[in-house]
């Protein structure tokens, strides 16, 4: 089944303590991105990805760090979390390293910091 | 950097009746999506569209390049339907996506 999965779905933490959101996609697209959904503000685009490789920063990329050294994974990454990242995270994959494809969004994963 | 306006914000109908839901961008793009929220949070991509119309069952896009504009088209609406629709446009030249706030739709029995 073609599917983005996302890990931890659930996940509340602390100020200041390290954390990664695994992002996975089984259906060997190029184009892989972060979101962040918050009520009022929308869907706003945090890092995207063309390849492996190959990332860059979206509408709001500070706080946040991403790699993508294998195809299907796209991780994200809070090193020092603050409550102002309390929010919906999403994950999604598209064909076609020239840009956003259909879209295949992930579960989400619901974070707050405290 | 492209402002996406949404209208109506929140969407109340009888079942059956047609909706239509309208999306603005202030910027030239290569292609818009639309995107239905269902209530349980997961997020699905209906239709991407960069010229004309296209059509998907009770649903329909449309988008004016020239007008900067995009209707989402629901017929025969159904309760089922209920949901947030989001509209995000990429920029011409651009490998990013720009959201719109979205339309909270219910349609009731």
């Known amino acids: 089944e073609a599917q983005v999965t996302q890990n931890p779905r659930y996940l509340i933490t602390v100020t200041g303590k390290k954390l990664t959101v695994t992002c996975s996609q089984n259906m060997n697209h190029e184009y892989m991105s972060w979101y962040r959904q918050d009520p009022g503000l929308g869907l706003r685009q945090i890092y995207y990805s063309m390849n492996v490789e190959v990332t860059d920063k979206g509408d709001v990329p500070e706080g946040y760090k991403v790699s993508r050294k294998e195809k299907r994974n796209f991780p994200l990454i809070l090193e020092s979390p603050s409550p102002n990242q309390t929010s919906l995270y999403f994950c999604a994959s598209s064909q076609g390293a020239g840009g956003p494809a259909e879209q295949y969004f992930g579960p989400g994963t619901r974070l707050t910091v405290t | 950097k492209n402002e996406v306006e949404q209208s109506p914000q929140n969407l109340t109908a009888q079942e059956g009746e047609f909706i239509t839901i309208n999306c603005s961008y202030s910027v030239g793009i290569s292609a818009l999506h639309w995107l239905q929220q269902h209530p349980g949070g997961g997020i699905v991509s209906l239709f991407m569209?960069?010229?004309g119309k296209k059509k998907h069952g009770r649903l329909i896009a449309t988008i004016n390049i020239q007008e900067k504009h995009s209707s989402l088209h629901i017929t025969a609406s159904h309760p089922r339907d209920s949901a947030v629709y989001i509209c995000a446009v990429r920029g011409a030249g651009s490998y990013q996506l720009t959201f719109g706030k979205g339309t909270k739709l219910s349609v009731i029995p």
């Open positions: 569209l960069s010229s």
